[in-house]
């Protein structure tokens, strides 16, 4: 004990964890975990221990296997025992030089002190029956003081629940957990509210597992089917030996669940001693190693929203070598189990929860963007009503006084008002409302076909560098969605039902500004031409940048000087140096016209080399 006690475990919750383990096994319905001033008192209401029954005895072996048969591994309330060895009885030494012991079982006391240090006898030091007694438990049950211990629990309640909660998720109504300090009390009852509603994203395997769903929440309840999934517990055959030297072929099966935080945001509200992103692995329902993320991983940004918590019973199974490292904190990286689930998790398990991950997000900016949209309408529609109603009272208004005061009859009056309506009309003034139009607005459209998406991609990637929003721009075939047909839009006509509602039927007088991507790709684009005819209708100002040696025509402003690029033989775009200054020129001129902080020319021409291949002439 004076070796194994302190180095065995390196932090307080894996020392909490085996010993509500304990408590687990011993068929505890309530387990308290007390933070007093000078102990850290674990203590359970289970059928605790008897010394005349040998109780005491098995307790106090080390590393002496436990569960031979089917019928050891199940305690009498047909639970599955975590224990295996004995030796979590020793993690309380960790924390503490000294640990009394305090048990009671059908009226029986015992108890003793474990140490780190030996006595000369050999012999541990007995209690009293008076010092035998309870905190919060009457009758049977078992408490484990650990006196003075050199690590606290300074954390919040709550943060210490979430804590537990990783390591320790065999909490139900018939297991709970209580922590306590002083006057305050959290209780840890029930591990899937907890957990599974703050998550966006769920894959269970095996049936056992399927019962997280009922705690599965989504505001895209349409989409369910693609953020929960379960499935089939995975097996891999392994082949290895056994104890005793003999080859056999065992199948790994895993069970559990992966998920994903809907978000993270708030969740550090202290630095706790876990991470909140985890894989953790259990065997038998007892955690042997936190996190195997970091090994399966390729540290992509999503990861960090990614947790679960995978149960390997092979990995205890007694005729099989012990595979736990001795700090009894992780699993031995080349048994062959092990390297089976971290291949399963990293080629499938992680890839399927990261590409679902993906989905919701998409579904978050689809929702936003329907919104976003949605308001834009009503203030339109608000827009104008404010309008017909000024035109109509002013006018109306106004020519009734207008006859009061020149005595005119009522056949001049009807001509005053009609007069004043059709000065009203032709001057409407900009309303409030406008201002909040207009900047809910696109502000310029890269007309294009999808064949010239090279073209389109260099000048969207150029307008962003100089510090155009994505959001005020309209590019069908963006890569980046936000600059994409508002999705609220795809079930009516697309781009041209957005554009006629805010840019043709509008009350606002903004008007979009057009980028035409030309080539002979054009005259064959339906949607092009149509774009084209827009925007020679309402008049809007274009710049034109063409592929030789297509020649844009009228309607077009093609007497204006456009941009041009070239194609090699490959179909590669290319373009002289004097075509990338004019292409920065025109990139500047934009920005200037809509009010953009725009880049230096140099800075532009440097840019642009990096997107497109540039020749001397």
Same mark, same amino acid.
């Given at each position: 004990?004076?070796?194994?006690?302190?180095?065995?475990? *390196?932090?307080?919750?894996?020392?909490?964890?085996?010993?509500?383990?304990?408590?687990?096994?011993?068929?505890?319905?309530?387990?308290?975990?007390?933070?007093?001033?000078?102990?850290?008192?674990?203590?359970?209401?289970?059928?605790?221990?008897? &010394?005349?029954?040998?109780?005491?005895?098995?307790?106090?072996?080390?590393?002496?296997?436990?569960?031979?048969?089917?019928?050891?591994?199940?305690?009498?309330?047909?639970?599955?025992?975590?224990?295996?060895?004995?030796?979590?009885?020793?993690?309380?030494?960790?924390?503490?030089?000294?640990?009394?012991?305090?048990?009671?079982?059908?009226?029986?006391?015992?108890?003793?002190? =474990?140490?780190?240090?030996?006595?000369?006898?050999?012999?541990?030091?007995?209690?009293?029956?008076?010092?035998?007694?309870? !905190?919060?438990?009457?009758?049977?049950? *078992?408490?484990?003081?650990?006196?003075?211990?050199?690590?606290?629990?300074?954390?919040?309640?709550?943060?210490?629940?979430?804590?537990?909660?990783?390591?320790?998720?065999?909490?139900?109504?018939?297991?709970?957990?209580? =922590?306590?300090?002083?006057?305050?009390?959290?209780?840890?009852?029930?591990?899937?509210?907890?957990?599974?509603?703050?998550?966006?994203?769920?894959?269970?395997?095996?049936?056992?597992?399927?019962?997280?769903?009922?705690?599965?929440?989504?505001?895209?309840?349409?989409?369910?089917?693609?953020?929960?999934?379960?499935?089939?517990?995975?097996?891999?055959?392994?082949?290895?030996?056994?104890?005793?030297?003999?080859?056999?072929?065992?199948?790994?099966?895993?069970?559990?669940?992966?998920?994903?935080?809907?978000?993270?945001?708030?969740?550090?509200?202290?630095?706790?001693?876990?991470?909140?992103?985890?894989?953790?692995? &259990?065997?038998?329902?007892?955690?042997?190693?936190?996190?195997?993320?970091?090994?399966?991983?390729?540290?992509?940004?999503?990861?960090?929203?990614?947790?679960?918590?995978?149960?390997?019973?092979?990995?205890?199974? *007694?005729?099989?070598?012990?595979?736990? =490292?001795?700090?009894?904190?992780?699993?031995?990286?080349?048994?062959?189990? &092990?390297?089976? #689930?971290?291949?399963? #998790?990293?080629?499938?398990?992680?890839?399927?929860?990261?590409?679902?991950?993906?989905?919701?997000?998409?579904?978050?900016?689809?929702?936003?963007?329907? %919104?976003?949209?949605?308001?834009?309408?009503?203030?339109?529609?608000?827009?104008?009503?404010?309008?017909?109603?000024?035109?109509?009272?002013?006018? %109306?208004?106004?020519?009734?006084?207008?006859?009061?005061?020149?005595?005119?009859?009522?056949?001049?009056?009807?001509?005053?008002?009609?007069?004043?309506?059709?000065?009203?009309?032709?001057?409407?003034?900009?309303?409030?409302?406008?201002?909040?139009?207009?900047?809910?607005?696109?502000?310029?459209?890269?007309?294009?076909?999808?064949?010239?998406?090279?073209?389109?991609?260099?000048?969207?990637?150029?307008?962003?560098?100089?510090?155009?929003?994505?959001?005020?721009?309209?590019?069908?075939?963006?890569?980046? !969605?936000?600059?994409?047909?508002? !999705?609220?839009? #795809?079930?009516?006509?697309?781009?041209?039902?957005?554009?006629?509602?805010?840019?043709?039927?509008?009350?606002?007088?903004?008007?979009?500004?057009?980028?035409?991507?030309?080539?002979?790709?054009?005259?064959?684009?339906?949607?092009?031409?149509?774009?084209?005819?827009?925007?020679?209708?309402?008049? #809007?100002?274009?710049?034109?940048?063409?592929?030789?040696?297509?020649?844009?025509?009228?309607?077009?402003?093609? !007497?204006?000087?456009?941009?041009?690029?070239?194609?090699?033989?490959?179909?590669?775009? &290319?373009?002289?140096?004097?075509?990338?200054?004019?292409?920065?020129?025109?990139?500047?001129?934009?920005?200037? %016209?809509?009010?953009?902080?725009?880049?230096?020319?140099?800075?532009?021409?440097?840019?642009?080399?990096?997107?497109?291949?540039?020749?001397?002439?």
């Amino acid at each position: 004990m004076e070796l194994l006690g302190p180095s065995l475990y *390196t932090n307080i919750y894996y020392v909490l964890a085996e010993l509500i383990a304990n408590a687990y096994d011993a068929d505890a319905h309530n387990v308290y975990i007390i933070a007093n001033k000078d102990d850290i008192t674990v203590e359970d209401d289970g059928k605790g221990m008897s &010394y005349a029954d040998g109780d005491i005895q098995k307790y106090l072996n080390v590393a002496a296997v436990s569960r031979n048969t089917d019928a050891e591994s199940l305690t009498p309330m047909k639970r599955k025992k975590m224990g295996r060895k004995g030796v979590g009885k020793l993690a309380a030494l960790s924390v503490s030089e000294n640990v009394l012991i305090k048990t009671i079982s059908n009226g029986e006391k015992s108890g003793f002190v =474990l140490s780190r240090h030996i006595n000369d006898n050999n012999l541990l030091v007995p209690l009293t029956d008076e010092q035998i007694s309870f !905190e919060r438990v009457s009758g049977n049950g *078992t408490s484990v003081v650990m006196q003075n211990p050199q690590y606290k629990l300074h954390s919040t309640l709550k943060a210490i629940k979430r804590n537990l909660l990783k390591i320790f998720p065999l909490v139900n109504e018939k297991f709970k957990i209580h =922590l306590i300090r002083g006057t305050e009390a959290e209780t840890i009852e029930n591990f899937d509210k907890e957990m599974i509603s703050e998550l966006s994203t769920l894959i269970t395997l095996g049936d056992e597992f399927t019962y997280l769903n009922d705690f599965f929440q989504t505001p895209y309840g349409n989409e369910i089917a693609e953020l929960r999934k379960n499935k089939p517990l995975a097996t891999m055959p392994i082949s290895m030996d056994d104890k005793s030297g003999v080859e056999h072929t065992y199948n790994v099966e895993i069970k559990g669940w992966i998920g994903t935080y809907t978000s993270t945001r708030g969740r550090k509200v202290e630095l706790t001693d876990f991470p909140d992103n985890f894989i953790s692995l &259990y065997a038998n329902q007892k955690m042997g190693e936190f996190n195997i993320l970091p090994v399966v991983g390729q540290n992509k940004l999503n990861e960090v929203y990614v947790v679960g918590q995978l149960h390997v019973d092979i990995f205890e199974l *007694t005729e099989l070598p012990d595979m736990a =490292l001795s700090n009894r904190q992780g699993y031995k990286t080349d048994d062959p189990r &092990y390297q089976a #689930v971290l291949d399963y #998790v990293r080629k499938t398990l992680l890839p399927d929860i990261l590409k679902m991950r993906d989905l919701f997000v998409s579904l978050g900016k689809k929702k936003k963007e329907e %919104k976003k949209l949605e308001q834009q309408r009503q203030n339109e529609a608000s827009f104008k009503k404010s309008v017909d109603t000024f035109r109509k009272n002013t006018a %109306k208004k106004a020519a009734q006084k207008i006859s009061s005061r020149l005595g005119i009859s009522t056949e001049q009056a009807d001509e005053v008002e009609a007069i004043l309506s059709d000065e009203i009309n032709t001057n409407s003034p900009d309303m409030g409302i406008k201002s909040i139009i207009d900047s809910q607005k696109k502000k310029l459209l890269i007309s294009q076909t999808y064949r010239d998406k090279d073209l389109a991609d260099i000048i969207y990637n150029m307008l962003v560098f100089n510090n155009v929003p994505p959001e005020d721009i309209i590019y069908t075939n963006c890569d980046d !969605e936000v600059s994409r047909i508002p !999705e609220g839009d #795809v079930g009516k006509s697309g781009i041209y039902d957005y554009l006629r509602d805010f840019f043709v039927d509008s009350y606002s007088t903004q008007k979009i500004y057009v980028i035409f991507v030309t080539s002979h790709n054009t005259k064959s684009s339906w949607g092009a031409l149509m774009e084209v005819g827009a925007a020679w209708i309402t008049q #809007v100002e274009h710049k034109i940048f063409n592929i030789y040696d297509f020649r844009p025509e009228h309607p077009l402003d093609d !007497e204006q000087q456009w941009h041009s690029s070239s194609r090699d033989d490959d179909g590669n775009l &290319y373009m002289s140096k004097l075509s990338v200054d004019i292409f920065a020129q025109k990139i500047e001129y934009i920005c200037d %016209k809509l009010g953009y902080k725009k880049r230096t020319r140099q800075e532009n021409k440097d840019h642009l080399s990096t997107l497109v291949k540039v020749t001397p002439r």
